[in-house]
């Protein structure tokens, strides 16, 4: 399968943990997206990489929240002291130039 | 400020009938509009984009117009299946630089009965 990829698939932490959710994206897509969507909402933008470079990042992130893509192929989102308001499906997209975005499966987080 | 509405309430159709989605925007003013399917627990999967300066799209069964005066695009399903029962999601691109950044409206649920 060539599509997005990500891992873990699930988590469960407790409250003040820090967790780390992987992207692969289709190989040689240049542009990499994060978005975080909670039940009954429609995705929201978080991040966004060309290559290495983090180009634009959500005011909504809080600096517990970093991502990296250090060699511009796969991207690794971390959260710093998780709080139960992180609870969410956290989205990766990529894509080779403008207009569609192929989504991976995603990583239910759940913050006990 | 800045919204995104899609129909809230699900919409129930049978089985042949033609299902039309409605976005309606405001205080955006996007280069295109995306239209994506999610089905449960999945990630959205993309149908059709539609630049500003067109105003209908069509995909085999599906259609998209978009109105810039209006500040809407509609979606049409005609022949609609059972298989077709997902959320469908727009999306307008509000990036600078053509980052593609997307915002997405809340989704409508479409269930099509047999």
């Known amino acids: 399968d060539t599509g997005v990829s990500q891992d873990p698939r699930h988590k469960i932490t407790k409250r003040g943990q820090n967790v780390t959710f992987r992207c692969d994206p289709i190989?040689?897509?240049?542009?990499l997206y994060w978005y975080r969507q909670t039940l009954g909402q429609g995705p929201e933008f978080l991040t966004y990489?060309?290559?290495?470079?983090?180009?634009?990042k959500s005011r909504l992130l809080s600096d517990r929240f970093s991502a990296e893509r250090p060699k511009g192929s796969f991207s690794t989102l971390e959260i710093q002291r998780t709080e139960q308001g992180d609870s969410a499906m956290y989205l990766c997209?990529?894509?080779?130039?403008?207009?569609?975005?192929?989504f991976g499966p995603g990583t239910r987080l759940t913050v006990l | 400020s800045q919204k995104i509405e899609q129909n809230s309430e699900a919409l129930n159709i049978q089985e042949g009938k033609t299902a039309t989605l409605t976005c309606n925007y405001t205080?955006?003013?996007?280069?295109?509009l995306q239209w994506y399917r999610q089905d449960p627990g999945r990630g959205p999967v993309f149908l059709l984009l539609?630049?500003?300066?067109?105003k209908e799209k069509r995909k085999e069964r599906l259609k998209v117009t978009f109105d810039t005066t209006l500040k809407q695009s509609l979606f049409h399903i005609t022949a609609s299946q059972p298989a077709d029962s997902a959320t469908y999601l727009c999306?307008?691109?509000?990036?600078?630089?053509?980052?593609?950044?997307?915002?997405f409206g809340t989704g409508t649920r479409l269930q099509v009965f047999p």
């Open positions: 190989s040689e897509h240049n542009r």
């Open positions: 990489f060309q290559n290495e470079a983090q180009l634009e």
């Open positions: 999306a307008l691109d509000v990036g600078r630089l053509n980052t593609d950044k997307l915002i």
């Open positions: 205080n955006y003013s996007p280069a295109y």
């Open positions: 997209a990529s894509s080779p130039k403008g207009g569609e975005q192929f």
């Open positions: 539609i630049r500003e300066n067109e």
